[in-house]
């Protein structure tokens, strides 16, 4: 296995919320990594990034941090002691630094619960005031109405659509575009 990326900032990080904690991923979390991800069903609605099927080697690469820089805020979702899903919030560059994209996934033996409600919930505001954003945004696949759901329910305003901006199994796919935000940075998120 590949080693570990180096120690992320946010490593002594740990988010409590009804039912789960937010952490940072750690190497002991590749079984329970490879169970919940490895399904066609969550990687439908997720980016090219998480591939399917996912292989043994996909997870010590996210491990190690070579498909998302593991310096920014990138969390598993903790439940009973094992890593089910994942939230991670990519801050923007240059003119774009007070801004971030949120991405998200969980299980699907945990959906339906309102779980991913509660973790967007937990970690959006935590996000926007630990990196100073007056913007997070998401985006979200045109099938994926529960994904829209779970943001609009935490304050997300859907700000309109990228027409054909992905392909997903050879078909193009709309995007539909979410954000939270704030004018200042001492505004509540």
Known sequence: MPALAPSS????ERLAGEG???????????ESLLHHADDAQVVRGLSSRFPHPYTRRDG?????????????????????????????????????????????WLGRSLWG??????????????????LALFRLQATVLDFNAASARVLLK???IEEGVARCALVKE????????????????????
């Open 20 to 30: 789960f904690v937010l952490r940072t991923w750690r190497r002991s979390d590749l």
């Open 60 to 104: 010590e690469r996210f491990l190690a941090g070579e498909v998302v820089d593991l310096d920014d805020p990138v969390f598993a979702i903790e439940i009973d002691g094992q890593a089910c899903g994942g939230i991670a919030a990519r801050p923007g560059d240059d003119g774009r630094g007070q801004s971030a994209e949120l991405g998200y």
């Open 170 to 189: 050879g078909e193009p796919h709309d995007l539909r575009v979410f954000a939270r935000t704030r004018r200042s940075l001492c505004d509540a998120p």
């Open 9 to 12: 900032r946010f490593e002594s």
């Open 154 to 156: 935490n304050g997300f």
């Open 113 to 130: 619960r309102g779980l991913m409600t509660r973790v967007v919930a937990l970690y959006a505001p935590w996000v926007m005031q630990r």
